[in-house]
């Protein structure tokens, strides 16, 4: 019989304390910031130039296949963690693989979807979804750098924290921040109005608070050693929902 603790992406009871512990700090952090981008009324004087996502064909057939198990919402979540992801590399003048971050974006919530939510022995849906983009990613021929490299990045985007220069690629980094930011707000004092409305006009953010909520208490009851259990626990609703950036895309 597979115990819990054998399974990919488990935390231990004295992982998951200090995991709490590091979430609950990092969401105390955050507040100034995020009270600030929602009474804000002088935006932010950061700069934002749009950038295309890549068009090579790898990166179509990533986006036909994500498209047809995503929910909409869930999809425009993705897309808008592209956009996100290079304005903070634009932000902080990070060089990074534009595609390496583009397929990691497009498939790091694919265990969220119906498909493959159900999956054993994961305990954790970014392990699962990791796994599963690698193994996508193998099956149309992909370099197997590339392969490993999406899988990393998607594994890790549940974290607390990925610092810069942890070891882990810049890639890595701006996914984490762009998906935090996108869930709940993280940051938002530093993105430009203006830049959220026109990310928020390509790809809505209806329906998506309520979606990803769902999904994440889902995952809580499904998954109660995951990542996502335990900062569904130490009341991750609230932060999801009271996002500057569904105010923002609204201004």
């Known amino acids: 019989m597979t115990t819990v603790s054998a399974q ?29 981008a929602r ?32 929910t909409t919402s869930l999809y425009n979540h993705c ?15 990070h060089r990074y693989d534009p595609e390496l971050l583009y397929i990691s974006s497009l498939f790091h919530d694919i265990a969220l979807t119906r498909q493959f939510r ?18 996508w990613l193998a099956r149309n021929n992909a370099d197997d ?8 990045v998607i594994a890790a985007h549940m974290d607390v924290h990925v610092p810069v220069g942890s070891g882990a690629g810049i890639e890595t980094y701006l996914l984490h921040e762009a998906a935090h930011l996108d ?18 006009g390509r790809h809505p953010r209806t329906g998506f608070a309520r979606a990803f909520s769902d999904a994440m208490k889902y995952e809580s009851l499904q998954r109660k050693a995951s990542r996502a ?20 895309a609204h201004r």
């Open 39 to 70: 009474l804000r009324r002088v935006d932010s004087s950061a700069l934002a130039r749009e950038s295309a996502p890549p068009d090579s064909a790898l990166a179509r057939d990533a986006e036909r296949f994500v498209a047809e198990h995503y």
């Open 118 to 135: 159900d999956q054993r022995p994961y305990a954790c849906f970014a392990v699962e979804g990791a796994d599963l983009a690698k193994a």
């Open 79 to 93: 897309l808008r963690c592209w956009y996100f992801g290079d304005f903070f590399a634009q932000l902080e003048g």
């Open 229 to 248: 259990a335990v900062l569904w626990k130490v009341g991750m609703a609230i932060p999801i929902n009271t996002n500057p950036l569904d105010s923002a």
């Open 145 to 152: 750098a590339l392969a490993a490299n999406v899988a990393e």
């Open 8 to 36: 990919p992406g488990s935390l231990s009871r004295p992982e998951q304390m200090r995991f709490a512990r590091a979430a609950v700090a990092a969401q105390i952090k955050s507040l100034p910031g995020t009270l600030r």
């Open 183 to 200: 869930v709940a707000g993280t940051r938002a004092s530093q993105v430009p109005s203006s830049y959220t409305r026109l990310v928020a």
